[in-house]
């Protein structure tokens, strides 16, 4: 089936500092990939919205100059976050749409937990 | 925004059915309605989805009424690895997915 990876699965940070996290659709082509922010006990939020050779689009009050999406191949996705600070701490996690027969719908990844100390 | 409404926590006896309800009274038309499950500290996992007409594959069964405006989610037998948070999403196909708060499923032994 539709495998989507996310890497990697946590990762500590220094407060200021840049991490990358990678989204990557394994046996199939994502032209769109969408990033999720979840902070604990609370719901999946849309972050934006990942479109191969061109830009993001961000959902309201998601700042596109900290949280930098590049989608530069059909299988691969990354989201910067810049400057991280301690309120940026979350479980991020990455979806693609995959049309495999009967049974298409949004693959999402393991997601990434994220700290910021 | 989320277009669903779902109990926030249900219980269910381990072996019976689960059955879990969710409206969306204001979907349209062409909008499908998809559920997926959280287990803890994972990524949400595709369950079923369907447009009208009821759905069942090896997890579950989707029952749609009529007018489309709620639907049930059903674990014919439910196990204690069925313990998680169920979402219900109306979305346009390849539209993006807007989570509500769904509900948190508690197989009991």
């Known amino acids: 089936g539709a495998v989507v990876s996310q890497h990697p699965s946590r990762v500590i940070c220094k407060s200021g500092t840049s991490v990358k996290i990678e989204c990557r659709s394994l046996?199939?082509?994502?032209?769109?990939m969408f990033w999720y922010r979840q902070f604990p006990k609370q719901s999946l939020m849309l972050m934006a919205t990942s479109n191969e050779g061109s830009k993001a689009t961000y959902e309201q009050g998601v700042e596109k100059d900290k949280f930098l999406i590049n989608h530069a191949s059909l299988t691969l996705s990354t989201l910067t976050v810049t400057s991280a600070h301690p309120e940026d701490s979350s479980f991020y996690i990455c979806?693609?749409?995959?049309?495999?027969?009967?049974?298409?719908?949004?693959?999402f990844g393991s997601g990434t937990r994220l700290t910021v100390v | 925004d989320a277009k669903t409404t779902q109990p926030p926590s249900m219980d269910c006896a381990e072996g019976r059915a689960a059955n879990l309800p969710c409206n969306h009274s204001?979907?349209?038309?062409?909008?499908?309605v998809y559920w997926y499950r959280q287990i803890h500290s994972q990524g949400p996992q595709y369950i079923i989805h369907g447009l009208k007409n009821n759905e069942t594959n090896e997890m579950a069964s989707l029952i749609i009424t009529e007018d489309r405006k709620s639907s049930t989610l059903i674990l014919p037998h439910a196990t204690l690895r069925d313990t998680a948070v169920y979402y219900c999403i109306v979305s346009l196909t390849g539209n993006q997915f807007y989570f509500g708060t769904g509900t948190s499923l508690t197989v009991i032994p």
């Open positions: 204001t979907i349209s038309g062409n909008e499908y």
């Open positions: 046996d199939f082509q994502a032209t769109t």
């Open positions: 979806s693609a749409e995959a049309r495999q027969g009967k049974n298409y719908g949004y693959t």
